[in-house]
């Protein structure tokens, strides 16, 4: 299974640092988390620039992305700056 890391405004969300969820794709992944965790869909959402990154390694269009059951993914907030 996947595992999933959640950073500190994620955990406030979901109470926990990190899961391990049964998904072949990033899109069945959030499908779960979401439906586990309505507030972080919400929270999600909001921060619609939410990127992933997979084995350390961002992915630019994740919704397809293929996972393993030793992925170790990351829903990381952009950085903001000028």
């Not at 990154?53 to 950085?79: F, N, Q, Y």
Request: no cysteine.
């Amino acid at each position: 299974m996947a595992v999933v890391h959640f950073s500190t405004d994620q955990r406030k969300h979901t109470g926990i640092t990190h899961i391990a969820v049964e998904a072949a794709t990033v899109r069945e992944l959030v499908r779960e988390l979401s439906q586990r965790y309505p507030t972080l869909n919400a929270h999600l959402v909001e921060t619609s620039a939410t990127a992933v990154a997979i084995d350390g390694e961002l992915i630019p269009d994740p919704m397809l992305e293929a996972l393993t059951e030793t992925s170790e993914v990351h829903l990381v907030r952009p950085l903001a700056g000028g």
